[in-house]
């Protein structure tokens, strides 16, 4: 009996890889004989590193970079042996890394993502997989783009200062010292985020408020940004701010769109590829899969869908553990989940459920294993 076990990180509490290996040890409690295989997954955002590395046996890779506020950070991203990199944009310009008090994401740079892709580079990558979500930014990827050589500058002929409001004094693009390698490069884009750049939908009105900002300041940011979506529409000949996933990571999917050439694809359809999902569900009795927290929005392409979807293929059953079951969580139900369980048994406030969520794990685990060799065996 192989059980396949592919569930995202419980945020704040445990990564992929202990959520996994903590169901399965409350799996091999209620069924020594399992053979069990643990995918960790992820949706792009943060813990896609850990997991693409836990599930591929890849090396793991730290170097120091700028933070979304200019100060110096020691970031993790992945090297896979086929010459491709994982990187997360929030290792570098995530929020997690910024303390309440200061977030500003008028001022809040990715420029540390690029210098981590200039790292990738340096290392030979063929590929980069880019993971998108976390952001404390909304500078349109300009930052990135800078630490990868593009001269943003004033009508003085000035760089412009970096973060998003000042993309308003935006003149004129010097790509002339774009890195060139780039060209060479396959970049994927893998996020959850489909929305445009700029506009009611767009990175700054849907996104800025988790990041400190003010409606006065959406407005300001969503006018940079769209002044910024149009200097780059005029140096490249086309318009990409209205792609899908453009206005992701504060828009820096916008910028890998623009200027990269890079792909879109959902984070979790990505991290399933890389970590042979499809493959090792084949043949599998059941799938187990979970997040920190499931409901009707998990239904827009977070990883327990995807993994439903990839389960869905393959004929085989899918359930799903969550830290806690929100509103219209059952609409998983119709799309793929067989059934899905809380991972508390009882009243308990988050501080206990994350403290104490690796023995939670393990025994819901065995509950559910219980009752899945209960039904096999026609005892219920």
Known sequence: MKIVIAPDSFKESLSA?????????????????????CIPMADGGEGTVDAV?????????????????GKPIDAKWGWLPSQTAIIEMAAAAGLE?????S??????????????????????????????????????GAGMLEALGLRLLDASGQHIERGAVALNMLSRIDSSGFDKRLAGVEITIASDVNNPLCGVMGASAIFGPQKGATPEQVKILDAALEHFAKCCAEQLGT??????????????????????????????????????LAAAVQGASLVIT?????????????????????????????????????????ALYAAGIHAAFSLVAGPCTLEEACKNASVLLEERAQDIMRLWLSARHNVI
């Not at 890889?17 to 069990?36: L, M, S």
């Not at 890394?97 to 008090?101: E, F, K, L, S």
């Not at 990738?120 to 998108?132: C, E, Q, S, Y």
């Open 290 to 330: 979970g997040e920190g927290r499931m409901d009707a929005q998990t239904l827009l392409g977070k990883t327990p869908m995807g993994v439903a979807s990839v389960a869905r293929h393959a004929g085989v059953p899918v359930v799903a553990i969550a830290g806690s079951l929100g509103k219209d969580y059952q």
């Open 53 to 69: 590395l836990a599930a591929t046996q890849g090396q793991a890779h730290i170097n120091r970079v700028e933070n979304a506020l």
């Open 97 to 101: 890394h910024i303390p309440a008090d």
């Open 17 to 37: 890889p202990e959520v996994a290996q903590a169901i399965g040890r409350g799996i091999k409690r209620a069924a020594p004989q399992a053979h069990i295989l």
């Open 239 to 276: 318009d990409v701010s209205t792609l899908p996933g453009a206005g992701a990571a504060g828009g820096l999917g916008f910028a890998a769109l623009a200027w990269m050439g890079a792909k879109f694809r959902p984070g979790v359809e990505v991290v399933a590829e890389i970590g042979g």
């Open 103 to 140: 977030r500003d994401p008028m001022l809040a740079s990715s420029y540390g993502v690029g210098e981590l892709i200039r790292y990738a580079l340096d290392a030979g990558a063929k590929h980069i997989v880019l993971g998108l979500g976390g952001s404390a930014t909304n500078d349109g």
